[in-house]
T-cell receptor, first 114, second 113 residues
């Protein structure tokens, strides 16, 4: 079975630009979460989506937004990119939205902002 | 709020040495505790988990016991291999309806021959 997939693998943008990252969850999983991992740090929670609705949000500015589609795939959008947005963006899927559900991570999208 | 503190790395060990990576946590409710591993160039993989006090999670020779009295979840392995070289993250989810994982900063393990 396919795991969580993310696209693109790598991305280079300049300050002020907009970026869209995509995630496809494991088949049958209804919850998708997004994390930002800055080099040398642990991942930080950005969003959780379940059944197309936002169910949790981390301490990130409004420049970050996301949505989930009827097929449970998800997009993360970041506007007005800053140098500090350079990071590995990880998507995780789980069967349900509860804290007891194991989350499966994708390989990530490496975003570099110049 | 919730937080996870783990020992700083890098940790360098010879093959077959004993490994301990310390992890302590702060949580408001009754968290589930996890260890994730990240190999170079890859995403995170769940290594083991424990969902209540005194539970022991184990996988691939790694073990960790949920100690509520000391708010700890230390990772151990009796004999490490070169292939265990990776970054290890301790994490928790608190009770509730959201699956938010709170991670520590990670500990890099380097195992040499």
């Amino acid at each position: 079975d396919a795991g969580v997939t993310q696209s693109p693998t790598h991305l280079i943008k300049t300050r002020g630009q907009h970026v869209t990252l995509r995630c496809s969850p494991i088949s049958g999983h209804k919850s998708v979460s997004w994390y930002q991992q800055v080099l040398g740090q642990g991942p930080q929670f950005i969003f959780q989506y379940y059944e197309k609705e936002e169910r949790g949000r981390g301490n990130f500015p409004d420049r970050f937004s996301a949505r989930q589609f009827p097929n449970y795939s998800s997009e993360l959008n970041v506007n007005a990119l800053l140098l500090g947005d350079s990071a590995l963006y990880l998507c995780a899927s789980s069967l349900d939205r509860g804290s007891y559900n194991e989350q499966f991570f994708g390989p990530g999208t490496r975003l570099t902002v110049l | 709020g919730n937080s996870v503190t783990q020992m700083e790395g890098p940790v360098t060990l010879s093959e077959e040495a004993f490994l301990t990576i310390n992890c302590t946590y702060t949580a408001t409710g009754y968290p589930s505790l996890f260890w994730y591993v990240q190999y170079p160039g890859e995403g995170l993989q769940l290594l083991l988990k424990a969902t209540k006090a005194d539970d022991k999670g184990s996988n691939k020779g790694f073990e960790a016991t949920y100690r509520k009295e000391t708010t700890s979840f230390h990772l151990e392995k009796g004999s490490v291999q070169v292939s265990d070289s990776a970054v290890y993250f301790c994490a928790l989810t608190d009770t509730g309806t959201a699956s938010k994982l709170t991670f520590g900063t990670g500990t890099r393990l380097q195992v040499t021959l």
